[in-house]
């Protein structure tokens, strides 16, 4: 949880000549209290909150000027203000790639409430599908755009926390911030 003198840092890091080169999206690395993200996106669309760095060139800097430059800075705006739990639902246009069943274990990770978790098993239900529950958690683990589309309240049936892409500590600083208890 961050107090309201802290302060996430943001930083840029700069383009290597082995990632390829993509003209319509960009990323930039921002930090927040559960590890630095990588922010993808294009001119009209966020296509990924990343654990990892992604083979897209880098924004040089943010021109406010530049459609893709803005949506990033509106990404980190709300990213703030949802560790500063001034924000429990994100509002940014957001694109996914993915397969259908796919896309169907995203958008349902979406209608779960800020606050509270649900099991693998709960999710391949959710989506009519009970006993792809192991294929619904691949699916949870592959979501493009982690914390806002809310893949780790997704939790073992027993209450563990089951995995995350960004590692555990991360999800666990997650559920914190939303003021959910999971076991270990």
Same mark, same amino acid.
């Given at each position: 949880?961050?107090?309201?003198? $802290?302060?996430? @840092?943001? *930083?840029?890091?700069?383009?290597?000549?082995? %990632?390829? =080169?993509?003209? #319509?999206?960009?990323?930039?690395?921002?930090?927040?209290?559960?590890?630095?993200?990588?922010?993808?996106?294009?001119?009209?669309?966020?296509?990924?909150?990343?654990?990892?760095?992604?083979?897209?060139?880098?924004?040089?800097?943010? $021109?406010?000027? @530049?459609? *893709?430059?803005?949506?990033?800075?509106?990404? %980190?705006? =709300?990213?703030? #203000?949802?560790?500063?739990?001034?924000?429990?639902?994100f509002d940014l246009p957001i694109e996914l790639e993915g397969t259908d069943f796919q896309k169907s274990v995203w958008q349902e990770l979406q209608r779960i409430p800020y606050g509270e978790t649900c099991s693998y098993a709960e999710l391949a239900k959710r989506i009519r599908r009970p006993k792809a529950f192991r294929a619904a958690g691949t699916a949870n683990?592959?979501?493009?755009?982690?914390?806002?589309?809310?893949?780790?309240?997704?939790?073992?049936?027993?209450?563990?926390?089951?995995?995350?892409?960004?590692?555990?500590?991360?999800?666990?600083?997650?559920?914190?911030?939303?003021?959910?208890?999971?076991?270990?």
């Open positions: 949880m961050m107090s309201g003198n $802290d302060q996430l @840092k943001c *930083t840029n890091s700069v383009k290597t000549s082995d %990632m390829a =080169q993509s003209p #319509e999206k960009m990323q930039w690395k921002f930090a927040t209290p559960a590890g630095p993200v990588f922010i993808v996106a294009s001119h009209r669309s966020i296509h990924g909150v990343y654990w990892k760095k992604q083979p897209i060139s880098f924004v040089r800097e943010l $021109d406010s000027q @530049k459609p *893709t430059a803005r949506l990033i800075q509106r990404c %980190m705006k =709300q990213l703030n #203000e949802y560790f500063f739990r001034d924000r429990k639902k683990g592959k979501n493009p755009i982690s914390i806002i589309i809310p893949c780790h309240r997704v939790i073992a049936t027993n209450g563990g926390l089951g995995g995350y892409a960004g590692g555990i500590a991360a999800k666990e600083i997650l559920l914190r911030v939303e003021g959910t208890q999971a076991a270990k």
